[in-house]
């Protein structure tokens, strides 16, 4: 993923996923806030080809794996889920 803010929130959620949760990269625009093709030809190139990219990429495959593992039946989403359900019964 490349954070590419552009108003509002956007901007804490590249904060959020840049630094804290390490799932992209960050473009970086100029003064004017136009980002340049260069830019983002690096930013695309060196999530496909670094060690970095490489990085982040298994952090999104063990995010993902984490998710499902919390939504099915007996994990921490399911359960929370289920017991939200009961206190409205």
């Not at 806030?33 to 060690?51: F, I, N, P, T, Y």
């Not at 982040?56 to 495959?61: F, H, T």
């Given at each position: 993923m490349?954070?590419w803010?552009?108003y509002?929130?956007?901007?804490?959620?590249?904060?959020?996923?840049?630094e804290e949760?390490?799932l992209?990269l960050s473009?970086?625009?100029?003064?004017?806030?136009?980002?340049s093709?260069d830019e983002v030809?690096?930013k695309?190139?060196?999530?496909?080809?670094?060690e970095?990219?490489?990085?982040i990429?298994e952090?999104?495959i063990?995010m993902?794996?984490?998710?499902k593992a919390a939504m099915?039946?007996?994990g921490?989403?399911?359960?929370?889920?289920?017991?939200?359900?009961e206190s409205w019964?």
């Amino acid at each position: 993923m490349v954070a590419w803010p552009l108003y509002a929130e956007q901007r804490l959620n590249r904060v959020v996923l840049v630094e804290e949760m390490k799932l992209a990269l960050s473009m970086e625009d100029s003064e004017d806030g136009h980002v340049s093709a260069d830019e983002v030809e690096k930013k695309v190139r060196g999530l496909m080809e670094s060690e970095e990219g490489e990085q982040i990429r298994e952090r999104a495959i063990a995010m993902k794996e984490a998710a499902k593992a919390a939504m099915d039946e007996g994990g921490s989403s399911y359960t929370a889920f289920s017991k939200l359900i009961e206190s409205w019964k």
